[in-house]
């Protein structure tokens, strides 16, 4: 190849950008990009949450992306505590993160006199947890005022400091990165304030549960920059297929047939069903069909009460999907 021949190409290829580059650009504006903890206790709901509405995924080779096949929609596994800064920043469009993260990020936002912009979507129903006092076993303590002039561990200063705030009590507050359920023994700490969960931890580490300061459970936030039509449609149909995967959790479909004269007391059996479907049967007269989704979970002692209330025929069903 001539001099003149591969300037000409390379200038060719310094001009006109590669169709992937090209592709990444478009994927600037229509593909949802959304941050999960990268381990830890919401991440396996968090993905299973993701794939139950609809999507098909690739795992990159640093596994620390998930591109969708079948939806405009990529994955980004980073640390909990840094989900709500790439939120604010409008590096991701959509977070999946912790109540108590949440709120100890906007805590820290207004003490540096930043207005925290991201905004919480809907909450989500695993992950639940809760931010509490611990305190070691033999040591007594009364009430929150137990807590004056004391040094308490936790990696949450800013909720913790809010909350010794409005109880009036002064307080040293040791701030630490990991490990806080050990500090008392190791001397750093008189009580810590952590996430409780089970409380194996705790009594593992020969402390108790003494308050709660926080109910915590997983929620989505959203960036505060307006995002492309593209964009905001598929946040829409995101959520709202999130909400028809919540709510047919524990939902069961129910069918069977009833006596007329006995529809009333079948109806107030049903577990939080609210209008079931009440449809003639052929050739019968005194019996007609009833077809419920039941959003409480259907035990034995469900259809026991429901046979010996005259009902027949009763079949259960899990619900994959539904949209209200």
Request: glycine letters at 6%; proline letters at 5%.
């Amino acid at each position: 190849m001539s001099n003149d021949a591969r300037f000409e190409r390379q200038t060719i290829h310094r001009t006109y950008p590669s169709p992937r580059a090209h592709r990444i650009m478009i994927d600037k504006s229509t593909r949802l990009k959304i941050a999960l903890q990268k381990s830890g206790r919401l991440t396996e709901n968090s993905l299973d949450l993701l794939v139950r509405c609809g999507l098909k995924y690739t795992r990159g080779k640093d596994q620390l992306m998930c591109y969708g096949e079948n939806m405009p929609l990529d994955v980004l596994f980073v640390r909990d505590d840094d989900i709500p800064d790439l939120v604010q920043q409008d590096v991701c469009d959509l977070g999946i993160v912790g109540l108590n993260v949440i709120e100890e990020k906007r805590l820290a936002f207004e003490a540096r006199g930043v207005k925290p912009l991201f905004e919480q979507v809907m909450t989500l129903d695993y992950g639940r947890c809760r931010l509490s006092i611990a305190v070691p076993e033999g040591v007594e303590y009364r009430n929150v005022q137990s807590l004056r002039g004391k040094r308490i561990a936790t990696t949450y200063p800013n909720i913790l400091s809010r909350y010794l705030r409005e109880n009036d009590v002064q307080a040293e507050i040791v701030t630490l990165s990991g490990a806080v359920e050990i500090a008392p023994r190791l001397g750093r700490a008189d009580f810590i304030c952590d996430l409780v969960s089970t409380g194996s931890t705790l009594a593992a580490n020969h402390l108790w549960e003494a308050e709660t300061i926080l109910e915590s459970q997983a929620a989505i936030i959203r960036t505060p920059v307006p995002v492309s039509p593209e964009k905001q449609e598929w946040i829409r149909r995101l959520t709202l297929r999130i909400d028809g995967v919540q709510q047919v959790k524990e939902s069961k479909y129910i069918m069977l047939h009833a006596p007329r004269a006995k529809l009333a007391e079948i109806r107030q059996l049903l577990p939080g069903s609210e209008a079931p479907t009440i449809m003639p049967l052929e050739g019968s007269t005194d019996k007609v069909a009833v077809h419920a989704v039941c959003r409480e979970n259907v035990f034995w002692e469900t259809l026991e009460s429901l046979k010996a209330a005259g009902a027949s025929a009763i079949l259960v069903l899990p619900v994959e999907k539904m949209l209200a």
